[in-house]
Structure formats: C-alpha cells, structure tokens
C-alpha cells in the first residue's frame, strides 16, 4: 500500500476501455487463420472453468504473447472482441508516457503488479448518496474481479524513447521469480503483449515460455490474402475500380491498414483530380502515383531507408525510383540506370535516341496494343525484370529494342499500359468471334 500511495500518478498511464465505447464492425477485420487461436484462447480465459479438459493437463495463466508485422488491425480485432464479450480493455496511454519516458520506465514494473488497483481508480465517481456509494463500491468490487483485457503495444518507437531501457527485457527478467510472478496473475487481467522484433524474440526465447502459455507468430499476409483483402475491398464499394492484378503486385509485403490506408488516399485524390462519381471510378493510376511517388510509404520501405532490413539496398533503390517523373527524359533517365548496371550498351544508345520524344494518348495506345499483340508474355516478363533491377538477357534486349517507347514509362506504368492494351485486344477478338 505505502508502494502506491508513493506512486499513485501511475493510473495516469493506464487507459481503461468500455466495450459499450468501442466501435468497430466485423466486417472491418480482415480475418487470418491465426487469428482463429486468439480468439480460442481469449474464449479458454473468459471461460475459466477447473472442469475443462485442458486443465486436466495444464493451467493457463493468461499470458499471451504476440508476434506480428507493424500495420496490421490486430488492435481492432482485440477490441471487436472486449466488444463482443464485453469485457473492458486497458491500454497503455502513450500520450502520458512521452511526457516523461524515464519515469514511465522506472515505474513499469510497479506499474504491472498493481494494475487492479490503478484501474479501479479510474471508474468514475457519481452522486454522493449513501446507497450510490455503497452501489459504487460493489459495481467496483464486480469489476475487480472480472477479467479484463490488457494489450501492451511494444512498439518500435519504444526503443529510441526509452533509450537503453528495454520493456520486454524488463518484464522477462522481473517475472522469471515466481514470487513476483504470482503478484502479476494476481490482478484480474488477461495479458496481451504484442512484438513486433521477432529478432529480439528469439534473444529471449529461453525465458518466453516460463512466464507465457502461449506464442503466436502471425506471418506478413501473403499475395492470396492481399488479393482477398483487394477484392473484398471493391465489393464493399462497388463504385471504385482498379487492375486487381497490377495492386496485388505492388502492394507485396504490404500489411492490411497499410494497403486500406493506400487505397482511401487513393479515392482522395481521385476525388481532387476530378470528379468522384457514384456509377464507376478507376483509380489504379493514382494508386500507383501514390507508390511511385512515395506519397505513402510501407514498414517495410522504411525499414528499406533506415538501412535497417536486409537486401536493404535493392529495397532502397525501388524507393529512389518511386520519384515523380515531371518529362519522358526524367523516366528514360530512370531506366538507363538499370540496363547501365548490366552493360547493355546497344540499349543505351536506342534510350538516347528516344529521349525528349512524346507520345499522344491515342498513339501510346496504339503502340502498346501492337506490342501485346506480338510479345505480350515476354515483355511482361522483361519488364517485371526491370523493375527488380535484374539484368536482362540478348533475347530480351533484342526484344525490347522493337518497343523503345516502353523506355519512356517506368516499369509499373508500363506494365499497368501493356496489361490494359492486351485486355482491348481480347475484347476485340472476340467481338469477331476469335
């Protein structure tokens, strides 16, 4: 008690959540089948039945460890789920915590032990009468002992802020002493820590399971998935458009809030560029120009530009790319550098020769048409080479020769005008039949 009457500016950094507060819908969440054990294990804790099976063979604490990749909506679907079961959340409130990190820091521990007592003083106090107070008392007492949801969000920027001071480490290190152990799961909480170094993870894998039950290493979505999550995304706004295929491609190790907030932005600035209508908008140009451009970037390019991922690079490299282009010039200019780095000199002097020139749009269409016609599924292939900055062989610069107009696109919009070309042509073969 002397602990917190010393601390008891603590509940400052605790921020506690009523399901009746919460307002995400289902059909936000865009469910992956790991999240299958969450909610299995959330449901095991809620529960707490002795009769189960399980406990036949081992007790759950309710400690639960998390590994995922930055922009995911693991957040909202935590907090579908303390909706849906009705069960309140706290989190930590980071706003307090940046106010003075060292304190934060030095008090985490302090902070973890006596949760129940920090969040119960933040229930509100209501009117003054003899029978609310005792109302009050017993409404808090209920809510004392019900489980409630506790995310601990470690998140990257934790490291700088906090400088040497490690959260995770701390608590790994505090809780090894079962001591101190059974003084945690003696609040009412269920823990859910959430990482997103699995690296750090495995500095500390020796430990992880003497404090947690359970471990769940949620992988980045795969291309299936972000093509589900794309698809989904027109169907529940049929008036928006754009080359499913061409954003898949763009959007590889893209997390989910990553590719919805890339999307938004997009609707936007369609919005400002012209007229937003309610029938049918295409909006895959500005998606890419959104990329492109660096007008939206990933965690994993800024990972790229921090030099702090591996193949750091190849990945910086697309990112220095993704310029605008203000004149054919400035794209061709792009491209030489790719096909210099592979010696292809006889290309070098074809770009020179088709630097400055400008197409029409009814010409460039006419040109790509003709180019999918004859070599579409060995230009695809060329110029996904060029956008990985892969050297190109003599077939496919022989080939490439025959385009040169292609030189003054980058390999995404090439690719985005090649696709488009080919899907004129089918409709016209078969508009006669073919």
Do not use: C
């Amino acid at each position: 008690m002397e602990e917190m009457t010393s601390n008891n500016h603590l509940s400052a950094y605790l921020k506690l959540i009523n399901p009746s507060e919460i307002e995400i819908k289902e059909d936000s969440i865009f469910y992956r089948d790991k999240y299958k054990e969450i909610i299995e294990y959330l449901k095991l804790m809620l529960t707490d039945s002795q009769k189960l099976e399980i406990y036949n063979y081992f007790k759950p604490k309710g400690l639960l460890l998390i590994n995922i990749s930055p922009g995911t909506d693991l957040l909202d679907y935590l907090k579908l789920i303390s909706s849906n079961f009705y069960v309140k959340l706290i989190q930590l409130r980071e706003s307090e915590i940046r106010k003075d990190p060292s304190d934060f820091v030095a008090n985490f521990i302090t902070l973890l032990r006596n949760v129940d007592k920090l969040v119960i003083d933040k229930i509100p106090a209501q009117k003054a009468s003899k029978e609310e107070k005792e109302e009050k008392k017993e409404t808090k007492d209920y809510s004392q002992k019900k489980r409630k949801l506790f995310i601990i969000e470690q998140k990257q920027e934790y490291d700088e802020l906090f400088e040497d001071n490690n959260l995770f480490m701390r608590f790994l290190t505090h809780f090894q002493d079962e001591k101190y152990l059974d003084e945690l799961l003696d609040n009412h909480f269920i823990l859910i820590w959430i990482n997103y170094n699995y690296q750090e993870l495995l500095n500390y894998y020796g430990e992880l399971f003497n404090i947690f039950d359970l471990f769940i290493n949620i992988p980045r979505i795969n291309e299936i998935e972000r093509r589900e999550l794309l698809r989904k995304f027109m169907e529940q706004n049929p008036g928006i458009v754009y080359e499913l295929d061409t954003i898949v491609r763009k959007t590889e190790q893209w997390e989910v809030q990553e590719i919805k907030h890339l999307l938004t932005m997009a609707i936007l600035k369609h919005y400002l560029t012209s007229e937003l209508t309610t029938s049918s908008n295409e909006i895959t140009d500005t998606i890419l120009g959104i990329i492109e451009n660096g007008e939206y970037i990933p965690y994993i390019k800024k990972e790229a530009l921090r030099g702090k991922t591996s193949g750091m690079g190849r990945e910086r490299a697309q990112i220095e790319d993704h310029t605008p282009v203000s004149d054919s010039s400035d794209s061709v200019n792009i491209t030489t550098r790719e096909i210099e780095s592979g010696s292809e000199l006889h290309l070098k002097e074809l770009i020179e020769e088709i630097k400055g020139k400008n197409y029409s749009k009814f010409m460039q269409d006419q040109l790509y048409e003709n180019a999918a016609s004859e070599n579409y599924n060995e230009l695809v292939i060329i110029i996904d080479k060029l956008n990985k900055h892969e050297p190109l062989e003599d077939n496919d610069r022989k080939i490439l020769a025959d385009y040169p107009f292609i030189l003054n696109d980058t390999p995404s919009r090439a690719q985005l005008n090649l696709e488009k070309a080919k899907k004129r042509i089918d409709l016209i073969k078969k508009s006669f039949g073919k």
